[in-house]
């Protein structure tokens, strides 16, 4: 089955340390991305790619970074510089062509700061 | 620029009672326009989108939502609601603009169906 895969489900970060959620899709899209979820704020846009090795900045990328090595893969950093990062990931993926207009998202990954 | 209003953060409805959940929409062309339903600790889920033509776009598990141009809305609709439909709505609006197919998202209306 096609699909959008994020790992882990939970994860606890000390502070000071950097810690990196796993995002993989099979799906053949090329545009993927990271979404921060809190509690009556919505989704917030972190960053997103549309072509291998090649990333945007979203509103909220402080603190944050990431990679696009494959297509397959977009992984998401979040540093110690990033002082609130106790929140819900979720990660989707979408095409380009003239046809493809929505998001597939994976199941989030819950951050918490410990 | 593109964005979209969800009006209300709680909406609450008796099973078996028609529910609405409203969203408005600004963009500077055509919308295309989408609803996503997220259950606890999960992702979003597509539910429906509309994209052209008819202006009552039918989606998954019942539920549909009515396109209005001249209120610049998209609300959605289910005409008896269940209790496995409580759950938080997202709308979503596509960004024509600037070629990257982003969504903006509505905050979100936390619906709940009261037995």
């Known amino acids: 089955d096609g699909g959008i895969t994020q790992s882990p489900k939970y994860l606890f970060r000390k502070e000071g340390q950097n810690v990196t959620l796993s995002c993989e899709q099979n799906?053949?899209?090329?545009?993927m991305y990271w979404y921060r979820q809190d509690p009556g704020q919505g989704l917030r846009l972190i960053y997103y790619?549309?072509?291998?090795?090649?990333?945007q900045k979203g509103d909220i990328a402080e603190g944050y970074s990431v990679s696009r090595e494959k297509k397959e893969s977009f992984p998401l950093t979040v540093t110690s510089a990033q002082k609130n990062p106790t929140a819900f990931y979720l990660c989707?993926?979408?095409?380009?062509?003239?046809?493809?207009?929505?998001?597939?998202f994976g199941s989030g990954t819950r951050l918490t700061v410990v | 620029a593109q964005s979209v209003a969800q009006p209300e953060d709680q909406v609450n409805v008796a099973e078996g009672n028609p529910l609405t959940v409203k969203c408005t929409y600004s963009?500077?062309?055509?919308?295309?326009l989408f609803w996503y339903v997220q259950y606890p600790n999960r992702g979003l889920q597509f539910l429906l989108k509309?994209?052209?033509?008819?202006?009552l776009v039918k989606g998954s598990y019942g539920f549909e939502a009515e396109f209005n141009k001249s209120q610049t809305s998209f609300h959605l609709k289910k005409p008896s609601a269940l209790v496995s439909d409580s759950a938080l709505y997202f709308c979503?609006?596509?960004?024509?603009?600037?070629?990257?197919?982003?969504?903006?998202f509505g905050t979100g209306t936390r619906l709940t169906v009261i037995p």
């Open positions: 989707a993926s979408s095409g380009l062509g003239p046809g493809d207009y929505g998001y597939t």
């Open positions: 799906l053949n899209h090329d545009a």
């Open positions: 790619s549309q072509i291998v090795n090649d990333f």
């Open positions: 963009v500077s062309g055509n919308p295309y």
């Open positions: 509309y994209i052209t033509g008819d202006n």
């Open positions: 979503a609006v596509r960004d024509l603009w600037t070629g990257a197919n982003n969504l903006f």
